[in-house]
């Protein structure tokens, strides 16, 4: 089997492209919220979403193993704080939520993935 060349950008990192995935579609599901949630549920899901993979970036450029584990603690963190808003949007029927909960579920397993990684690599 093929090795993987190493990422030369966030950007190249199955990871993060997956989380910005979500954040789209976190934008898409909070635009059809009621006009009240602009500044409430709206403005703290997109800011949530937004900081998985803004982490996942930030952590990509440091140097080593500590300082990167610790910008993908603070995404999954993240991760976790979206988990909860889109099941309060969910009770609150703000929409259909269910699509957006399987996305996040992948973004986590990766991104629990990429943080073992990073721990176990000899750098």
Not at 10 to 39: C, M, N, R
Not at 87 to 114: C, F, H, K, M, Q
Request: charged share 20%; hydrophobic share 45%.
């Amino acid at each position: 089997m093929p090795q993987a060349r190493p990422a030369r950008t966030f950007e190249d990192l199955l990871v993060w492209q997956k989380a910005h995935g979500f954040v789209l579609s976190a934008y898409t599901l909070t635009a059809t919220f009621p006009k009240h949630e602009i500044y409430a549920l709206s403005s703290q899901m997109r800011r949530a979403a937004v900081s998985i993979p803004a982490n996942i970036a930030e952590g990509f450029g440091r140097r080593g193993k500590p300082d990167k584990a610790r910008f993908m603690s603070i995404a999954k963190g993240s991760l976790e704080e979206c988990r909860y808003y889109l099941i309060l949007a969910r009770d609150l029927g703000y929409g259909d939520t269910a699509g957006l909960t399987i996305s996040l579920d992948e973004v986590s397993r990766l991104l629990n993935a990429y943080a073992n990684a990073i721990l176990a690599s000899a750098f």
